[in-house]
């Protein structure tokens, strides 16, 4: 039988503490929360106010309700004053020293069975323990800011912890309308572990002038569905804040991948610090402001300089092949869609109508429409076929010596201007450019699978594509109504070179026995707003193509981070693939 908790302390009143009170006071708990002085208490006050009162004006509270809850709260600046609560939740800065002080005061204050929570998000929660005489009563709950909204509570037991305790407070956190997670005490835990990896390598990226901020924030958007892009998260979160839990991880784990990226330590210098300064990665209108203002271009293509592209070449009859064909006949072009016979070149074809009419009987087209579209549509075989498209884009298979073979085909036929562009996810597209006599002419399109429904396009220039072919890049991506980012020619490219390393990171943590699978995809979709967990995304990619993607940028960067999983190895080599094979890190019927 789950303890009971009718009194809590909560310890710190800054943004985290105020909301792990409110959640508190409003499932029906007396609150006492300390602070160090009395303009703390009152910074904390404002924070629980304006907050309910944003509830009430979202109808998720009334103003009796709001009333209650408030008077649940009280407000004090003793220690002394938590001697009678069943738990004390501490959620001030992440400081060990700062911490471990807090703790040993508590020991003395309450009573031997009250439990003593920290809800650090990066610290060991074992070496928080030890400044106690009870490391048993002693447990990690991790909420997410804003508490009020997050479901997630990561909690942290270490070798010590009471199962107990671990019962009671799980039953405490579903009955405060949570989703738990029990784990062990690591650097990171769950979600921060396989989260801040990403973020840091995103600063890198943008440290190397790789991407711009907008491109590298909107990949992830457009390319993976993602709430935030890592950079405007970087400045939600604060970079100081940032700089502390990599620099801890680092610390714990001595993954190079952990240690912050050097413009973190500049910026937090210069005192950039995010969206609380007013200024970190973006400018805002004030501090605390949500805003962006424009401080600068946010893109340096000219698209004035683009070349005019009526008729379109698409090379290969797969899925994303037609996708694209489809996509592009949409938006206007004449599309010449070649096969390497009649017979696939046709049911190809076929392939996009049957589409077509799918949008029709769901309402997005009209049958005049699907027709229209179907007319600026033909099959062919022979290359010399394509010799009047303004633009050729290759989609056939990922093997280096076919794409090879085909750009020394389009050079051949292709008239002097004509753009040339791969589709490669992972090859470098300087090897198709190498293959022909005009490599100024070489761009990659790197489309999202299904093209018709993905509004990403990752533009990819090599050192030799001219400017006038990326301005058509881009041109031609905004007239399909696509989102188009910019990057060089390496492996990965951004969304790919972002988002594997963060599932060879889940892999590592999965076979290390730190969590299970279902509740590590829990951890990133409750705890960050993502829209699959790392398995599930693993299963439906196919944990195949996502061993090969892994592998090819662990040969590109040479980084030990990188070398993937050998769980995911041996799955692969057991015919587990995911989704496709029906087994994967999970069974499907």
Do not use: W
């Amino acid at each position: 039988m789950a303890r009971e908790f009718s009194s809590v302390g909560v310890i710190g009143l800054g943004t985290m503490g105020a909301g792990i009170a409110e959640v508190l006071a409003r499932s029906g708990l007396d609150v006492i929360a300390v602070e160090v002085d009395d303009a703390g208490l009152a910074r904390g006050r404002g924070h629980l106010e304006h907050s309910t009162e944003r509830a009430v004006a979202r109808g998720k509270l009334d103003a009796d309700g709001r009333a209650a809850l408030l008077g649940r709260i009280r407000g004090t600046t003793s220690l002394a004053d938590l001697a009678g609560v069943d738990l004390v939740i501490e959620a001030i800065p992440e400081s060990l020293d700062l911490k471990a002080e807090v703790f040993a005061e508590l020991d003395r204050i309450t009573g031997p069975d009250t439990i003593l929570a920290s809800n650090t998000s990066s610290l060991s929660v074992t070496e928080i323990g030890v400044h106690t005489s009870r490391p048993g009563k002693v447990v990690g709950l991790h909420f997410f800011n804003p508490a009020p909204v997050l479901k997630l509570i990561e909690v942290v037991r270490t070798v010590v912890t009471e199962p107990d305790v671990v019962g009671d407070v799980v039953a405490l956190a579903e009955k405060l309308g949570k989703t738990p997670v029990v784990i062990g005490d690591r650097a990171g835990f769950i979600a921060n572990a396989l989260l801040f990896g990403y973020l840091n390598h995103a600063v890198t990226m943008y440290e190397q002038r790789y991407a711009t901020r907008e491109d590298l924030d909107a990949a992830m958007r457009f390319g993976c569905g993602y709430p935030m892009g890592p950079l405007s998260l970087l400045d939600l979160i604060g970079l100081d804040t940032a700089y502390e839990i990599l620099d801890t991880m680092y610390h714990q784990s001595r993954n190079r991948l952990h240690a912050p990226a050097p413009l973190l330590k500049q910026m937090i210098t210069a005192g950039l610090l995010g969206r609380k300064s007013g200024r970190g990665f973006y400018t805002y209108r004030e501090p605390d402001s949500p805003v962006v203002v424009d401080d600068g271009p946010a893109s340096t293509v000219d698209t004035s300089a683009a070349r005019e592209v009526r008729t379109v070449g698409v090379v290969g009859t797969g899925t994303m092949a037609t996708g694209i064909a489809e996509v592009f006949a949409k938006a206007g072009f004449e599309v010449l869609l070649r096969g390497r016979t009649a017979a696939k070149a046709e049911a190809a074809a076929g392939r996009v109508r049957s589409s077509l009419d799918r949008s029709v009987r769901k309402g997005r087209l009209t049958e005049e429409a699907a027709a229209e579209v179907a007319a600026r549509l033909r099959p062919v075989v022979d290359f010399a076929d394509l010799a009047g498209a303004d633009l050729v884009v290759e989609a056939v298979a990922e093997e280096l010596g076919v794409k090879r073979a085909v750009f020394a085909e389009l050079d051949r036929v292709l008239r002097p201007g004509a753009v040339l562009a791969t589709t490669t996810s992972s090859l470098p597209v300087i090897e198709c450019a190498a293959a022909t006599t005009r490599p100024s002419d070489v761009v990659g399109l790197h489309f999202f699978n299904p093209a018709q429904a993905m509004k990403l396009v990752e533009v990819v220039r090599t050192i030799s594509t001219g400017p006038a072919v990326l301005a058509t890049a881009h041109a031609v991506c905004e007239r399909l109504r696509k989102h188009p980012v910019h990057c060089a020619d390496r492996a990965g490219f951004i969304v790919n070179a972002l988002l594997f390393p963060y599932l060879n990171d889940a892999v590592k943590m999965l076979e290390a026995h730190y969590a299970e699978a279902a509740d590590i995809d829990t951890a990133m979709k409750v705890g960050c707003g993502l829209p699959m967990g790392p398995f599930e995304l693993l299963d439906v990619v196919g944990l195949d193509v996502s061993l090969a993607i892994q592998r090819t940028l662990y040969r590109e960067f040479r980084e030990a981070g990188f070398g993937p999983a050998p769980l995911l190895e041996h799955l692969v080599t057991a015919g587990r693939l995911g989704r496709k094979t029906g087994k994967g890190f999970y069974d499907y019927t």
